[in-house]
Structure formats: C-alpha cells, structure tokens
C-alpha cells in the first residue's frame, strides 16, 4: 500500500512544497498455524495435525515446529516446513514413549524484511503409565493431559489390545480425569492400553501404548 504526504521546504514566496510517496504493509506478519493434535504412535513417534493461517497478502515463506521434553522448555526448533497447505507433519524419534513432548509453531514471513510471529498455543502428547493395582487384580492406568488444544473434546477414550493386535473401547471418562481402573478378568495374559482425545477439527490425539502382564486373582467358584 502506498502512502502519500506532502511537506513545504522554506518560507514566504519562495517556498515549495515536497511530494513524498511512502509504503507500508497492510498487515503484521501472517499470524501462526493452529495446531489441534500431537499424536504418539506405538514406537514413539508424533504426528502433528494444524489448520493454516490467512495469508491475505502472499507473504507466507515457512511454518517453524517448536518442541521440548518440558513444558518450560527450552524448546528447539525441530525443523522448517516450507509449504503453506501442509497441516501434517510427523516428528521422527520423539519418544513420546517415554514421556510427553511438547509443540507450538510460529510462522516466518518472506520479502526483505522477513518477520516471525507469534507463537501458537502449546500442545502436548497424552503420556499413559499403567501399574498393578494393590491388591493385585486390577490395571491402574493414569495420565497426563498437560497442554490441550483449545479444540479438543470433552471426553478421554479409553481403549484396551486384547488379544494382540486388536483394539476394544473400554470406556469413555470426562477430560478432567486422569485415571481409569481396569478390572483384570483373563486368567494371565498381556494387556495393553491407550488413551484417546479426539478434536473437534477431525484429528486424534492418542496416547503412547503402555501395558503388563497381568493375572485374574478372582476365587474360582465353588462347586
């Protein structure tokens, strides 16, 4: 956009006036993506799920991935995607496994003053630690939801692998709780478990996948 003003240069009948064209952008920088999932597979790595930002005046050059293994940080740029479209990236070797990881994105703008705005909300993994109850008999599962996107759902699924390789949704619990109790009902066997937290965009935050041997201490009936 260009700006026109005029200011006079001296006094009385000589004086003249100066015409001076100036430009400026219409807007600050593109503003950041949204993200809405940060998903950990059953080897620890993340896919991460956004919508894009308005980008009125083509000024869009990267989005920039931020994580820590801490919400305080430090965080560290985990890499640069340079296409506007893209909603999806999947970060390799997170070892979101092992505890959560933490995301937010900024979004850096082109032309000879490249601007980077601010950042978007933070977004964590779901991390699901399974133990035995005590008394023996139940699988305690707990979790975290530390950083949720503002989108997410109201409810956690909680779903079990049993047998192997097949998935059944357990239950559904509200997403200020944090912990489930399974009642163990096979004699002995390997259960596994993950948490589910769905986004109101389509995408799917789930947990690691966590789990133990365990044992059905129930009496047998008498005869």
């Not at 991390?127 to 023996?136: G, T």
């Not at 789990?211 to 009936?221: A, E, Q």
């Amino acid at each position: 956009m260009i700006r026109c003003f005029a200011t006079q240069v001296g006094m009385g009948l000589g004086a003249w006036t100066v015409l001076i064209l100036s430009s400026f952008s219409a807007s600050a920088a593109v503003g950041p993506p949204t993200l809405h999932c940060a998903s950990a597979s059953s080897n620890g790595d993340v896919a991460l799920s956004w919508t894009i930002p308005l980008d009125p005046l083509t000024e869009f050059a990267s989005y920039q991935i931020w994580t820590s293994t801490a919400a305080v940080g430090p965080y560290n740029l985990l890499l640069n995607v340079p296409l506007y479209a893209q909603t999806n990236q999947v970060h390799a070797g997170a070892n979101a496994d092992a505890g959560p990881r933490f995301y937010y994105m900024t979004t850096t703008t082109g032309g000879p003053s490249p601007e980077i705005s601010a950042s978007s909300d933070t977004v964590a993994t779901l991390f699901l630690q399974v133990f035995q109850s005590a008394p023996l008999g139940s699988a305690d599962l707990s979790w975290n939801s530390l950083s949720p996107a503002p989108s997410a759902n109201d409810t956690f699924i909680v779903w079990l692998e049993y047998p192997q390789g097949i998935w059944t949704e357990l239950d559904t619990v509200a997403n200020t709780t944090f912990s489930y109790q399974h009642v163990v009902s096979v004699c002995e066997d390997s259960l596994h478990f993950r948490i589910e937290l769905d986004d109101a965009t389509g995408c799917s935050s789930f947990s690691n996948r966590n789990g133990d041997l365990f044992t059905d201490v129930t009496p047998p009936s008498s005869p």
